[in-house]
């Protein structure tokens, strides 16, 4: 009986040590970024609005913006990153092999990917869909007129079986002229080897706004023919890290959600709302949670800005792209962006 109440007492300890509430447990990515100084993040090689080098090696977009979050989230400072630029047939090799610590990098959520190649989704910050271009002179209004038709599509992405699928279920054929690198693809198209392009209907308008000498000789297509939910990845190795990803987004969307910018960041710090008191740390718990200082959410928020106004510089009204808020608006206003309780 000694014996037997020696191993429940040992298990019922064990259980309240597991349940004890404290700082996060830190992981091997977690400690190798703290140790190393910056985030490195894998990125598109060039996509304007989402991850896009200026002449002088200077990167901007929505996804780098992330990047410069999770910066923000783990030394207080946005500008310790560093940018991977990576193909779509090289980005999961990288983040599996270690030699980025985020992919944030366009790059849709699917269940293969979630499941069976050792990485984690760890949430959305763009909701896409998959898009045709085709040339004006061809006088095609819809992708159901694009029957036989050559088109253009980036090796290693999910447009592949998209486009597949939608010409199979819908009876058409078409001769696909599959491309490693998307710049090669692009000049391909241009070229006049391809009918049409697909690739993401955002991607496929940051192709038009950086052509602005020929952009009215193109159109893009009504149809969407996919889902594509865009959002960072990590390994399954470290569930810290995994957590300071997701958060992080979080933040900038409640930001969003609370009215709290870049501008008024440190005024709403004497904000008497309970949420935003959580979210900018002037009441403690969230740091400690993840391993963070507790004003983690108020850099991300100062230095980077909410969700919203990554977006509008980036990609929306103020940028060259001036997508539409649409899906990607707050939940509040009919879109589908909805923070987590930041608790």
């Known amino acids: ?63 780098i913006d992330l990047c410069r979050a999770f910066a923000a989230a783990m030394f207080a400072d946005a500008s310790k990153t560093k940018y991977v ?7 999961f090799t990288a983040l599996q092999s270690g030699e980025i610590d985020v992919l944030t990098r366009n790059t849709t959520i699917t269940l293969v990917r979630d499941g069976s190649m050792g990485l984690l989704l760890t949430g959305i910050n763009f909701y896409d869909g998959q898009g045709f271009m085709v040339k004006q002179d061809l006088k095609v209004k819809s992708v ?82 996919s889902k594509e939910p865009l959002g960072p990845m990590v390994r399954q190795d470290d569930m810290q890290w995994f ?38 740390g002037v009441t403690e718990g969230n740091g400690k949670a993840l391993g963070l200082n507790e004003k983690w959410a108020h850099a991300i928020l100062k230095q980077v800005g909410n969700y919203g106004e990554s977006f509008e510089r980036n990609v929306g009204k103020a940028s060259a792209l001036k997508l539409e808020r649409g899906v990607n608006d707050l939940w509040t206003r009919g879109g589908l962006m909805y923070a987590l309780p930041l608790r």
């Not at 040590?17 to 190798?32: M, R, Y």
């Not at 029957?147 to 992405?157: D, L, R, S």
């Not at 009876?171 to 696909?176: A, E, G, I, N, V």
């Not at 958060?247 to 935003?276: F, R, Y």
Request: overall charge neutral; charged content about 20%.
């Open 144 to 225: 159901k007129e694009l029957n036989g038709a050559t088109i253009c599509a980036a090796q290693g992405t999910t447009h592949e079986l998209n486009m597949a699928d939608y010409f199979r279920s819908n009876k058409l054929t078409y001769k696909p002229v599959v491309i490693e690198n998307q710049d090669q693809m692009y000049e391909a198209f241009f070229a006049g080897r391809c009918d049409a392009m697909t690739q993401d209907s955002s991607a496929l308008a940051a192709v038009l706004a950086a052509k602005p000498q020929i952009a009215g000789s193109y159109m893009i297509l009504p149809e969407r023919i």
């Open 243 to 280: 957590a300071v990803v997701k958060w992080a987004l979080a933040a900038m969307i409640e930001g969003e959600e609370k009215g709290v910018t870049q501008a008024n960041a440190d005024q709403m710090l004497t904000s008497d709302d309970p949420g935003i008191k959580r979210l900018l």
């Open 1 to 63: 009986m000694m014996h037997k109440l020696g191993i429940s007492t040992g298990l019922a300890l064990a259980v309240g040590l597991a349940l004890t509430p404290g700082a996060a447990k830190a992981g091997a990515t977690f400690e190798a970024i703290k140790a190393r100084g910056v985030v490195t993040c894998g990125v598109n090689t060039g996509v304007a609005g989402f991850s896009i080098p200026d002449t002088r090696g200077a990167w901007s977009g929505i996804d």
């Open 85 to 91: 630029p990576l193909t779509a047939a090289q980005r």
